[in-house]
């Protein structure tokens, strides 16, 4: 069974850059899509973008100035950069794979909340 | 990008009674759309996708319908532990997109 989880700052400070890493276990990080989404309040469900096992990325059109996603194979892991983070970034952030760049994801991370605050 | 409208925002419901959840896109994604339930700390879970597939392990109660514009998600008969929030996400443009959800209480 595949199991991904979240790790990371959970305070971050405005105007800086927000990393969080996901650990995949239980199956290898090749061949498949892996997605960042976060859910706040204001802003409901949001697909931040993905990265696919050979590096190739797509990222929302309201982010991408500020995103990065990058993977390490050799540590099945992927990671989250966001820069210059303001309040509005505060959310909780999840991690999510599936074998379609579009979904639909059936493995999750369990969530890590990021607040946005000096 | 394509919007998402779920309705109605809150369904009160009882055990036994069936659910009926819509979700409306502001331009047609096909069959591209996928249902998740979420409950409170939790991740979403997924439950329909492309319209009317049921995911794996997910019981016969839960249907999906529609194509296009317009999408129904249906539990036929309501167990206690399907009081949650239900989402909608398109898959068929980019950016992807979630609907606002429907939080179905007892």
């Known amino acids: 069974q595949v199991q991904l989880q979240e790790s990371g700052p959970g305070l971050v400070k405005p105007s800086e850059t927000l990393s969080l890493t996901c650990t995949v276990s239980?199956?290898?990080?090749?061949?498949?899509?892996w997605t960042w989404i976060r859910q706040s309040p204001d802003k409901g469900v949001e697909w931040i973008g993905y990265?696919?096992?050979?590096?190739?990325?797509n990222y929302s059109p309201s982010l991408k100035s500020r995103v990065t996603i990058s993977i390490d194979t050799s540590k099945n892991h992927f990671s989250l950069n966001l820069s210059s983070v303001t309040a509005a970034d505060t959310a909780v952030y999840y991690c999510?794979?599936?074998?379609?760049?579009?979904?639909?994801?059936?493995?999750w991370g369990q969530g890590t909340l990021v607040t946005v605050s000096s | 990008e394509i919007v998402l409208t779920q309705s109605p925002a809150t369904l009160s419901l009882s055990p036994g009674e069936r659910a009926t959840l819509s979700c409306r896109a502001s331009?047609?994604?096909?069959?591209?759309l996928v249902w998740y339930q979420q409950k409170p700390g939790q991740a979403p879970r997924l439950l329909i996708y492309?319209?009317?597939a049921r995911a794996t392990g997910i019981p016969a109660r839960f249907s999906g319908s529609g194509s296009g514009t317009d999408f129904t998600l249906t539990i036929s008969s309501l167990e206690p532990e399907d009081f949650a929030v239900y989402y909608c996400?398109?898959?068929?443009?980019?950016?992807?997109?979630f609907g606002g959800g429907t939080k179905v209480e007892i």
């Open positions: 239980g199956a290898s990080i090749n061949g498949y899509y």
């Open positions: 999510a794979g599936g074998v379609n760049r579009s979904g639909p994801w059936r493995d």
């Open positions: 990265i696919y096992y050979s590096g190739a990325t």
């Open positions: 996400q398109q898959r068929n443009d980019w950016p992807l997109t």
């Open positions: 492309d319209a009317s």
């Open positions: 331009q047609s994604v096909g069959s591209y």
